[in-house]
Protein backbone atom coordinates (compact mmCIF):
# COMPACT_ATOMS: atom_id res chain seq x y z
CA UNK A 1 0.00 0.00 0.00
CA UNK A 2 1.27 3.66 -0.98
CA UNK A 3 0.18 6.07 1.43
CA UNK A 4 -0.29 9.49 0.62
CA UNK A 5 0.47 12.65 2.22
CA UNK A 6 -3.31 14.74 0.96
CA UNK A 7 -3.73 18.65 0.99
CA UNK A 8 -5.61 19.56 4.27
CA UNK A 9 -8.26 21.03 3.16
CA UNK A 10 -8.77 18.23 0.94
CA UNK A 11 -8.74 15.92 3.48
CA UNK A 12 -10.74 17.46 6.06
CA UNK A 13 -13.76 18.06 3.38
CA UNK A 14 -13.88 14.36 2.94
CA UNK A 15 -13.59 13.31 6.58
CA UNK A 16 -17.12 12.91 6.76
CA UNK A 17 -16.51 10.05 4.03
CA UNK A 18 -13.89 8.21 6.22
CA UNK A 19 -15.18 8.42 9.48
CA UNK A 20 -18.27 7.67 11.28
CA UNK A 21 -19.95 10.42 13.13
CA UNK A 22 -20.58 9.45 16.79
CA UNK A 23 -23.32 11.93 16.39
CA UNK A 24 -22.51 14.68 18.84
CA UNK A 25 -21.51 18.10 17.03
CA UNK A 26 -18.24 19.08 17.69
CA UNK A 27 -17.55 21.55 20.53
CA UNK A 28 -14.04 21.03 21.30
CA UNK A 29 -12.33 18.47 23.28
CA UNK A 30 -11.27 18.04 27.05
CA UNK A 31 -11.48 15.79 30.13
CA UNK A 32 -10.61 16.10 33.74
CA UNK A 33 -7.39 14.06 33.33
CA UNK A 34 -6.55 15.95 29.94
CA UNK A 35 -3.82 18.36 29.61
CA UNK A 36 -3.79 21.74 27.83
CA UNK A 37 -3.88 21.67 24.18
CA UNK A 38 -0.99 22.38 22.26
CA UNK A 39 -0.83 26.46 21.28
CA UNK A 40 -0.65 26.70 17.01
CA UNK A 41 3.06 27.22 17.62
CA UNK A 42 3.32 24.36 19.38
CA UNK A 43 1.60 22.33 17.28
CA UNK A 44 2.08 20.63 14.31
CA UNK A 45 -0.11 21.08 11.72
CA UNK A 46 -2.85 18.38 10.16
CA UNK A 47 -1.63 16.04 7.38
CA UNK A 48 -3.98 14.52 4.82
CA UNK A 49 -3.80 11.19 4.61
CA UNK A 50 -4.86 8.60 1.35
CA UNK A 51 -4.00 5.14 1.03
CA UNK A 52 -4.06 2.95 -1.72
CA UNK A 53 -7.41 1.54 -1.66
CA UNK A 54 -8.75 5.19 -1.55
CA UNK A 55 -9.49 5.76 2.39
CA UNK A 56 -9.12 9.13 3.62
CA UNK A 57 -7.57 10.30 7.07
CA UNK A 58 -6.35 12.97 8.95
CA UNK A 59 -3.11 12.61 10.98
CA UNK A 60 -3.38 15.36 13.76
CA UNK A 61 -0.89 16.37 17.06
CA UNK A 62 -3.65 19.04 17.96
CA UNK A 63 -3.73 17.41 21.06
CA UNK A 64 0.08 15.45 21.85
CA UNK A 65 1.17 15.41 25.13
CA UNK A 66 -2.56 14.68 26.78
CA UNK A 67 -2.90 11.97 29.22
CA UNK A 68 -4.54 9.41 28.44
CA UNK A 69 -8.24 8.83 29.53
CA UNK A 70 -9.23 6.94 32.71
CA UNK A 71 -12.00 5.32 31.66
CA UNK A 72 -12.93 1.48 32.52
CA UNK A 73 -13.56 -1.02 29.46
CA UNK A 74 -13.89 -4.47 29.44
CA UNK A 75 -10.86 -6.97 28.48
CA UNK A 76 -11.17 -10.05 26.68
CA UNK A 77 -11.61 -12.11 30.12
CA UNK A 78 -14.45 -9.77 31.21
CA UNK A 79 -12.66 -8.27 33.57
CA UNK A 80 -12.13 -4.03 33.95
CA UNK A 81 -9.39 -2.83 32.64
CA UNK A 82 -7.80 0.82 32.00
CA UNK A 83 -5.36 2.41 29.19
CA UNK A 84 -2.81 3.15 32.67
CA UNK A 85 -2.81 -1.09 32.71
CA UNK A 86 -0.74 -1.33 29.25
CA UNK A 87 2.03 1.11 30.75
CA UNK A 88 5.41 0.21 29.75
CA UNK A 89 5.55 0.37 26.03
CA UNK A 90 3.74 2.37 23.51
CA UNK A 91 0.15 1.71 22.94
CA UNK A 92 -1.66 2.24 19.86
CA UNK A 93 -5.66 2.67 20.57
CA UNK A 94 -8.01 2.15 18.05
CA UNK A 95 -11.62 2.80 18.77
CA UNK A 96 -14.15 1.23 16.56
CA UNK A 97 -17.41 -0.44 16.05
CA UNK A 98 -18.68 -3.15 13.68
CA UNK A 99 -21.12 -0.82 12.61
CA UNK A 100 -18.68 1.57 11.25
CA UNK A 101 -17.75 0.86 7.77
CA UNK A 102 -14.09 2.59 7.80
CA UNK A 103 -13.28 0.83 10.97
CA UNK A 104 -13.95 -2.91 9.23
CA UNK A 105 -11.98 -1.83 5.97
CA UNK A 106 -8.98 -0.90 8.45
CA UNK A 107 -9.22 -3.84 10.67
CA UNK A 108 -7.10 -6.56 8.60
CA UNK A 109 -3.94 -4.12 8.45
CA UNK A 110 -4.16 -2.91 12.22
CA UNK A 111 -4.47 -7.04 12.87
CA UNK A 112 -1.27 -7.41 10.65
CA UNK A 113 0.17 -4.31 12.89
CA UNK A 114 -0.22 -6.20 15.38
CA UNK A 115 1.63 -9.24 14.72
CA UNK A 116 4.64 -6.81 13.42
CA UNK A 117 4.54 -4.41 16.48
CA UNK A 118 4.77 -7.14 18.73
CA UNK A 119 7.10 -6.58 21.80
CA UNK A 120 7.38 -3.29 20.51
CA UNK A 121 4.11 -1.66 20.56
CA UNK A 122 0.65 -2.31 21.93
CA UNK A 123 -1.74 -2.28 19.74
CA UNK A 124 -5.57 -2.86 21.06
CA UNK A 125 -8.66 -2.07 19.17
CA UNK A 126 -11.58 -1.11 21.84
CA UNK A 127 -15.20 -1.92 20.37
CA UNK A 128 -18.10 1.02 21.19
CA UNK A 129 -21.16 -1.84 20.10
CA UNK A 130 -23.85 -1.32 22.47
CA UNK A 131 -24.60 -5.22 21.67
CA UNK A 132 -21.30 -6.12 23.83
CA UNK A 133 -18.76 -9.25 22.86
CA UNK A 134 -21.37 -11.06 20.49
CA UNK A 135 -21.10 -8.57 17.15
CA UNK A 136 -17.30 -8.04 17.46
CA UNK A 137 -16.48 -12.10 18.06
CA UNK A 138 -18.29 -12.68 14.62
CA UNK A 139 -16.86 -9.57 13.02
CA UNK A 140 -13.40 -10.86 13.93
CA UNK A 141 -13.97 -14.53 13.00
CA UNK A 142 -15.59 -13.28 9.47
CA UNK A 143 -12.57 -10.89 8.83
CA UNK A 144 -9.91 -13.48 10.23
CA UNK A 145 -8.69 -11.51 12.79
CA UNK A 146 -5.98 -13.01 14.91
CA UNK A 147 -3.34 -10.95 16.62
CA UNK A 148 -5.63 -8.73 18.47
CA UNK A 149 -8.34 -9.27 21.28
CA UNK A 150 -11.71 -8.47 21.74
CA UNK A 151 -11.90 -5.22 24.13
CA UNK A 152 -15.03 -4.10 24.79
CA UNK A 153 -16.79 -0.48 25.75
CA UNK A 154 -20.25 -1.18 25.44
CA UNK A 155 -21.31 1.69 27.85
CA UNK A 156 -19.22 4.18 25.46
CA UNK A 157 -16.97 5.05 28.19
CA UNK A 158 -14.00 6.23 26.62
CA UNK A 159 -16.59 8.58 24.14
CA UNK A 160 -17.75 9.94 27.08
CA UNK A 161 -14.15 10.43 28.37
CA UNK A 162 -13.44 12.33 25.08
CA UNK A 163 -16.80 14.47 25.52
CA UNK A 164 -18.39 12.29 22.84
CA UNK A 165 -16.18 14.09 20.50
CA UNK A 166 -14.73 11.24 17.96
CA UNK A 167 -15.34 9.82 14.98
CA UNK A 168 -14.79 6.59 14.34
CA UNK A 169 -12.39 5.31 13.69
CA UNK A 170 -9.94 7.14 15.37
CA UNK A 171 -6.45 5.70 16.59
CA UNK A 172 -4.55 7.79 19.01
CA UNK A 173 -0.45 6.60 19.71
CA UNK A 174 0.41 6.99 23.44
CA UNK A 175 3.92 7.04 24.41
CA UNK A 176 5.24 4.40 27.30
CA UNK A 177 4.01 7.40 29.56
CA UNK A 178 0.77 7.57 28.49
CA UNK A 179 0.99 11.10 26.98
CA UNK A 180 -0.76 11.28 23.57
CA UNK A 181 1.73 11.57 20.36
CA UNK A 182 -0.58 11.75 17.96
CA UNK A 183 -4.14 10.51 16.41
CA UNK A 184 -5.64 9.12 13.39
CA UNK A 185 -9.13 10.29 12.90
CA UNK A 186 -10.84 7.81 9.53
CA UNK A 187 -9.23 4.69 8.82
CA UNK A 188 -5.97 3.79 6.82
CA UNK A 189 -3.91 1.14 5.85
CA UNK A 190 -1.89 0.39 9.05
CA UNK A 191 0.40 -2.28 7.64
CA UNK A 192 2.26 0.20 5.54
CA UNK A 193 5.92 1.14 6.22
CA UNK A 194 5.10 4.91 6.05
CA UNK A 195 2.19 4.11 9.18
CA UNK A 196 5.35 2.09 10.75
CA UNK A 197 7.63 5.06 10.60
CA UNK A 198 5.55 6.93 12.55
CA UNK A 199 5.18 4.74 15.20
CA UNK A 200 8.55 5.39 16.08
CA UNK A 201 7.46 8.78 17.32
CA UNK A 202 6.66 7.18 20.69
CA UNK A 203 9.86 6.11 21.26
Request: proline content about 5%; some cysteine; hydrophobic content about 45%.
Amino acid sequence: MRLVIAPILLALALISLAACDTGTAPTGQGSANSQRENTPEQAKSDIGLESANGMRATLSYKFAGQKAPTAVFTNPQGGDTTLSDFGGRPLLLNIWATWCAPCKAEMPTLDALAELERGRVTVIAVSQDLKGRAPVDAFFAKAAVRNLEAYIDSDNALLAAFNNQLALPTTILYDSDGNEVWRVIGGVEWDDAEMANLLREAT
